[in-house]
């Protein structure tokens, strides 16, 4: 299980006029997934999303807050917590001049795993992204969405029980899109946890089986994506966002 306990990110801008002044990204969010549940993170540009989803995969520590997987905490089990999770953004840099197979074979020994553990993990990994075609290119000269199931492959070579899945499927084409969400159901069946940040609320709506809304660094609502419409008297989660923030907002 993952628990998330009044989780909190405190920066500080400075205006035009030098002034400093301390914010929240992140502002007193809590909430828990268990194994096998598809969760959804819905919010604008700015909400806080990616900000949250860094701390929960220990790359951004928090300000104020826990964090637990399966009990433990980043402070003293960071690197145990570590070989449990992936993290996928969608701005994940790799290698260019590396190839597909290079990169999952580096990212298999970086884990401790066998040569032949590597090997049969590599060889399920491009099956099922459909990346076998491709796995000798060079990834500087693969398109967008062959370059962010790459993305996607590295993160499980190590077959993680946590997904941290931040914009997944943003500036993708409707092939890959679909590859990584037919990717994220069939993981969800061998009850992996998978969190799942996305600006597209209809596949939020398809695939999550609960939803956090996050708006100005806190969660407006959470729940099914049937009780969020049930109780804003809505008929799809955009609509029902919409309805929970008063309208479009001029700050976003």
């Known amino acids: 299980m993952l628990e998330v306990n009044n989780l909190k990110k405190e920066f500080t801008r400075q205006d035009k006029n030098k002034k400093k002044t301390s914010f929240y990204a ?19 540009n700015g909400a806080g999303k990616t900000t949250m989803l860094r701390m929960l995969a220990g790359i951004m520590e928090q ?11 980043y402070k003293n089990n960071a690197l145990d ?20 197979h290079e990169l999952l074979q580096m990212c298999g020994k970086l884990y401790g795993m066998n040569i032949d553990d590597i090997n049969k993990r590599e060889k399920e990994i491009l099956e099922l992204l459909n990346l076998e075609e491709i796995k000798n290119a060079k990834i500087g000269n693969l398109s967008t969405g062959q370059t962010q199931r790459v993305g996607l492959a590295r993160c499980l070579v190590h077959d993680p029980q946590y997904y941290i899945l931040d914009e997944a499927t943003t500036g993708l084409d409707i092939i890959s899109s679909q590859i990584i969400l037919d990717f994220i159901k069939e993981e969800k069946k061998k009850d992996k946890t998978i969190l799942y940040s996305t600006h597209y609320m209809e596949e939020a709506e398809n ?5 956090l809304m996050i708006n100005k660094g ?12 049930a109780e804003t008297n809505t008929t ?14 001029n700050e976003e």
Do not use: H
């Open 26 to 44: 992140v502002n007193g969010v809590s909430f828990k997934a268990d194994k096998g549940e598809i969760i959804g993170i819905l919010g604008p």
């Open 218 to 229: 806190q969660v407006i609502e959470t729940g099914t994506p049937e009780k969020i419409k």
């Open 81 to 100: 917590i570590k070989r449990k999770i992936a993290f996928l953004s969608g701005n994940t840099k790799l290698y260019n001049r590396l190839s597909a």
């Open 207 to 211: 695939i999550c089986d609960r939803v």
């Open 63 to 73: 300000s104020e807050g826990t964090v637990e997987i399966d009990g433990q905490n």
């Open 236 to 249: 799809n989660l955009r609509d029902a966002f919409f309805a929970l923030i008063g309208g479009v907002s």
